[in-house]
C-alpha cells in the first residue's frame, strides 16, 4: 500500500492504544503515539536503496523489512528507542502497539499484487494476494473520514477507530469473495490448472479485475483479459509469446536481468535485433496502464552475448 494509508492506519492504531483506560502516564499516552507512527513506517526504510540504485531498491524493498522476523525487530527496536525519551512508558504496550502497526502494515501489502517477502529466510518468494490495489481510494475515504469525526466531534476514539477498523475489515472481506469469484470465472473458461500460473489482479472498482494466465509451454502464449463480474463477463485481450533462447538466457544473467526476472511474476521477454547485438527488453504484465505496461527491464548485449547496457524503466506499449 501506499504510505498515506499506512500512516492513516497507524493514526488509528494509535488512538485506540492512547485511549485505554487504564493508561495514566503522560509518558506512555506519548510514546503510544510514536510506536504507531513508527510501526507503520519503518517496513519502508529500505528506500534508502535507492540511494545506491533503483535495482538495488528493487532487490530488496518488501524483503526482510516485510518479513515474519521484523514483527520481533522492529517492536523490540522502537520500543528501545523510545524508552530513552520517555523513561516511564509502559513497555509492554508500547511493544504491543508497535508490533500491531507493523503487523498492519505487512498485512495491508500482502493484499497487493506487489507482495512481500513474508517467509524470509525461511523462503525469499514474494506472496502477494491480489486483493488490493496499491493505493485504494475506499480505504483511504474510511481512514480520513474517522481522523475528521474524531477532530470534530465528542465520539469516544476507542468507538470510531474500532468501527473503522471493522469497515475496512469487512470491505477487504468483500473484495476477497469477489476475488474467488472472479478466480472461478477464469477457472471454468480456461480450467486454470492447465497454465503454470493464473493471476487475477485487482482492478479499479469492485467489479472488474485483469487476469493473467501463463502456460507451462514457453512456445504457448501468455493470455492477458479482464473480468466483469458484475456482467459475468470473461474477456480475452491479448495474447503474448515470451521470447526465449540463449539471448534471453544471457541476458538473465545480468544483475538487471537477474533481479527484474526474480521480481517479475509473469515477465514478458522481447529481443530486437540491432547494429551492434541484441536489445532484450523484459516487462511484467501484472502492471498495466491503458495499452502499456510501465515496469520494464532491458539488457544490451552484442553479438558475442556480452553486455553493453542495462536498466530499468523503459515502456512495452502494444497495438490495441
Known sequence: MDNATHLLTSLGVAAL???IPLIKEEDTRKAVF??????????????????KSELAYLEVHRGFSHS??????????????LGLFFPRLSKPLVLVVTFASTLL?????????????????????????DILMIIDPFILFVCAAALIVGKKSKISPIKIFSTMFGIIGLYILLRTGIHHKAFIMVDNKY????????????????????????????????????????????IEKHQF??????????????????????????????????????LVTWTDLRYRYQNHHPFTASVQLNKDLKLLNSGLGRKFTYEE
Open 17 to 19: 492504544g492512547q485511549n
Open 34 to 51: 510514536w510506536a504507531a507512527v513508527a510501526g507503520s513506517q519503518i517496513p519502508d526504510l529500505d528506500v534508502i536503496y535507492r540511494l
Open 68 to 81: 515474519f522476523p521484523s514483527l520481533i525487530v522492529i517492536p523490540v527496536l522502537v520500543t528501545v528507542i
Open 105 to 129: 502494515h505487512i498485512l495491508l501489502d500482502l493484499l497487493t499484487s506487489y507482495g512481500t517477502q513474508f517467509l524470509w529466510p525461511l523462503s525469499d518468494k514474494r506472496l502477494g494476494w
Open 191 to 234: 480450467e486454470a490448472e492447465k497454465y503454470r500460473l493464473v493471476s487475477v489482479l485487482p482492478g479499479f472498482g469492485l467489479s472488474q479485475w485483469d487476469y493473467i494466465l501463463d502456460p507451462y509451454d514457453k512456445r504457448k502464449p501468455i493470455i492477458v483479459g479482464y473480468v466483469n463480474v458484475r456482467e459475468g463477463k470473461v
Open 241 to 278: 509469446l515470451t521470447a526465449t533462447g540463449p539471448v534471453v538466457d544471457a541476458a538473465a544473467k545480468v544483475p538487471v536481468g537477474r533481479v527484474f526476472t526474480k521480481f517479475a511474476r509473469h515477465p514478458l521477454a522481447i529481443v530486437k535485433e540491432t547494429k551492434t547485438g541484441y
